[in-house]
């Protein structure tokens, strides 16, 4: 009989090319990814993978075993959300996902209104301007600002999410006056080699003005430029958190994404999370000025 409990490693070191690669995707150790691996390989009598100059590469075996695995894989998921779909209590345990920006400024009170009604769900919040996997259960809930929604995922679509640029009142009162016809003289807040920051100042009235720093956090980008350090991308939301902080003279704002509240299709039935879902869209949705700016 085979033992289920290899699948995943099997599956993981497919994926990672490397027993060490695997073990971060299981959150495990290297020895008991081998030992997985290896048992599984001696229940079935076959060689799944082998070595090569890039890693683990899957044998002739291992390649006819992978498609049944997936699909495995996906037949347990699918149970496991059934089975989280029976549980019909105002109770329990919530996934939240969402970034650290929009959690801070604009979801923390929503969150303070929705558990005073209902003390008994408490709520596991991952900060991360990386995306959860709806699909794979690594949240339960999301919230999400994107151009275009794809994967086993339902919600509600709220509203666009303007970005623009910003800068103190004072840096725009100080320098907006003498500079170039294109930018010179003013400073944007860099975030680094990042291709698709580059294109948007390229587009802006200001591609001459100079990028100066390398600062990948959003939030820090918000509190220099309300020091006045220059200017950078924000969400429309900022100024109303922040009245210093200005649209600059000249600029449009970009409303190509969109704000999103999802969760996986299977969890509907879960009165909590669908509880949490129309509580944070209504709750949104009377904040949409703020996005929208």
């Given at each position: 009989?085979?033992?289920w409990?290899?699948?995943?490693?099997?599956?993981?070191?497919?994926?990672?090319?490397?027993?060490?690669?695997?073990?971060?995707q299981?959150?495990?150790?290297?020895?008991?990814?081998?030992?997985?691996v290896?048992?599984?390989?001696?229940?079935?009598?076959?060689?799944?993978?082998?070595?090569?100059?890039?890693?683990?590469?899957?044998?002739?075996?291992?390649?006819?075993?992978?498609?049944?695995?997936?699909?495995?894989?996906?037949?347990?998921?699918?149970?496991?959300?059934?089975?989280?779909?029976?549980?019909?209590e105002?109770?329990?345990?919530?996934?939240?996902?969402?970034?650290?920006?929009t959690?801070?400024?604009?979801?923390?009170?929503?969150?303070?209104?929705?558990?005073?009604?209902?003390?008994?769900?408490?709520?596991?919040?991952?900060?991360?301007?990386?995306?959860?996997?709806?699909?794979?259960?690594?949240?339960?809930?999301?919230?999400?600002?994107?151009?275009?929604?794809?994967?086993?995922?339902?919600?509600?679509?709220l509203?666009?999410?303007?970005?623009?640029?910003?800068?103190?009142?004072?840096?725009?009162?100080?320098?907006?006056?003498?500079?170039?016809?294109?930018?010179?003289?003013?400073?944007?807040?860099?975030?680094?080699?990042?291709?698709?920051?580059?294109?948007?100042?390229?587009?802006?009235?200001?591609?001459?003005?100079?990028?100066?720093?390398?600062?990948?956090?959003?939030?820090?980008?918000?509190?220099l430029?309300?020091?006045?350090?220059?200017?950078?991308?924000?969400?429309?939301?900022?100024?109303?958190?922040?009245?210093?902080?200005?649209?600059?003279?000249?600029?449009?704002?970009?409303?190509?994404?969109?704000t999103?509240?999802?969760?996986?299709?299977?969890?509907?039935?879960?009165?909590r999370?669908?509880?949490?879902?129309?509580?944070?869209?209504?709750?949104?949705?009377?904040?949409?000025?703020?996005?929208?700016?």
């Open positions: 009989m085979v033992d409990k290899s699948l995943p490693a099997f599956l993981a070191v497919a994926r990672a090319g490397s027993l060490r690669g695997a073990a971060e299981l959150d495990g150790t290297h020895a008991t990814v081998r030992r997985q290896e048992g599984l390989e001696a229940q079935l009598g076959v060689q799944l993978f082998r070595r090569s100059a890039g890693g683990l590469e899957l044998s002739a075996a291992g390649r006819k075993l992978l498609p049944q695995a997936l699909e495995a894989e996906a037949s347990l998921r699918q149970g496991f959300n059934a089975v989280r779909g029976l549980d019909s105002a109770a329990g345990r919530i996934r939240l996902s969402a970034d650290p920006m959690a801070h400024f604009l979801l923390a009170p929503v969150l303070g209104e929705f558990l005073s009604l209902y003390p008994d769900i408490h709520i596991d919040m991952n900060l991360s301007y990386a995306i959860d996997s709806i699909e794979k259960l690594e949240a339960d809930v999301s919230i999400r600002h994107v151009r275009d929604l794809t994967g086993d995922a339902v919600g509600r679509k509203f666009p999410l303007s970005i623009g640029v910003f800068a103190s009142r004072s840096y725009i009162d100080g320098h907006l006056h003498d500079a170039g016809p294109r930018g010179e003289g003013l400073t944007w807040l860099g975030y680094g080699e990042v291709p698709e920051l580059q294109a948007m100042i390229a587009a802006s009235p200001f591609p001459r003005a100079a990028v100066r720093h390398a600062i990948p956090d959003p939030a820090m980008h918000m509190h430029a309300r020091a006045g350090t220059g200017m950078t991308f924000l969400a429309a939301w900022v100024q109303s958190v922040f009245p210093e902080l200005q649209r600059v003279p000249g600029t449009a704002l970009d409303q190509s994404r969109s999103w509240v999802l969760m996986h299709g299977d969890l509907r039935r879960v009165q999370v669908r509880l949490f879902v129309d509580f944070l869209y209504e709750s949104l949705l009377e904040r949409r000025a703020d996005f929208i700016g």
